[in-house]
């Protein structure tokens, strides 16, 4: 009786058991498809991206303060300057190549950026493609974008945030058209000129300047932006 009872236990936890791991696999497969089609946003990223959009918008002429970026793993910040196709990182990463080397993001078509500086958030599918001539782009599989006030500054040196780091280049990276913010979850993804980010939480700068009459803003890792 005994172990007529101490097989029906075991038979019992055995069933619970394999019940748990079913629900994991299952939880994590909805998550992961939600993640893909956009059930599930970037959770605190996508809020902070957010919150970035705002405390941009809201720069006063000639301000500069630091802000604070949380991202997900294998996700990206972009922003994109009003009259642009693409966001370009010369230099990113660094390649002994007789023309700069350059990481291209194609600007998204939609209502938030067509015709309008915007910053979008790459909440899935970040991906680079193989290296062509001088050229490697960069794709994202779902975009969450926002349009901003004033256009994007041309040009972002990194020059003055890889000195501070002690890093020593012939000729440093730079952002064309835009900026841009990545988190890495493997080697895969895509660099952005500045030492690989593992960690959710990034401290970055931003500032709106007048040049030639006109108000640009912009986002960097180290002041100023707008040079």
Do not use: H
């Not at 059930?39 to 919150?51: A, D, K, L």
């Not at 390649?95 to 291209?104: H, N």
């Amino acid at each position: 009786m005994n172990k007529n009872k101490k097989a029906i236990i075991v038979e019992a936890l055995m069933r619970i058991i394999i019940m748990i791991i079913l629900i994991v696999l299952v939880v994590n497969i909805i998550y992961k498809v939600g993640r893909q089609i956009g059930i599930f946003g970037g959770g605190v990223g996508q809020e902070s991206f957010e919150n970035l959009v705002n405390e941009i918008n809201l720069l006063s002429e000639a301000e500069s303060k630091q802000a604070i970026l949380y991202m997900d793993e294998g996700t990206a910040v972009i922003g994109f300057s009003k009259n642009t196709k693409e966001f370009r990182c010369y230099g990113c990463p660094q390649a002994f190549l007789p023309t700069p080397f350059y990481y291209s993001i194609q600007k998204p078509s939609n209502n938030d950026c067509q015709d309008k500086p915007c910053i979008c958030l790459c909440l899935y599918g970040l991906i680079s493609s193989p290296l062509s001539g001088s050229e490697s782009k960069i794709n994202c599989e779902r975009f969450s974008c926002r349009t901003l006030k004033q256009d994007i500054v041309p040009k972002i040196s990194l020059e003055g945030a890889l000195k501070k780091r002690n890093v020593q280049l012939a000729s440093y990276p730079y952002w064309e058209n835009g900026f841009l913010f990545v988190r890495i979850k493997d080697p895969e993804t895509p660099s952005n000129g500045m030492p690989p980010n593992s960690i959710g939480r990034t401290t970055l700068f931003i500032e709106k300047k007048k040049i030639n009459q006109e108000n640009y803003v912009g986002a960097c890792p180290l002041f100023p932006c707008i040079q």
